[in-house]
């Protein structure tokens, strides 16, 4: 009965240069599904935005070309591993906290 989480980053969307089709930022999640046996339990995720500077690259991919993946991997890049572990740990305990909620020490009401 392991428990293990499945981390994936995605693109919602992107700001680019209209005069050449340069990516200067993008909007992304980084989505954690905690699964027990194979089996989906919960899913935390963390939302945030990342810019890429003005340095062209050469060569620079067409803008029609360039792919999810390939932002996926910049956003990493940009936020370094340090940064990427952190993301991963936040997610992790927002998914402990939903299969996996501490006991609880008080409660509100009445006796009657």
Known sequence: ????????????????????????????????????????IATAKYQSQTGFGTVRPDPMIPYADVTENEVSQWVR???????DARYREYVQSALIGIYAPPTPTKSNGVPW
């Open 1 to 40: 009965m392991a428990i293990t989480t499945d981390f994936t980053y995605t693109i919602q969307s992107c700001v680019r240069d209209v005069s050449d089709g340069f990516i200067t930022e993008a909007a992304w999640t980084l989505t954690g599904i905690a699964k027990r046996d194979g089996v989906g």
């Open 77 to 83: 890049n940009e936020i370094t591993p340090e940064g």
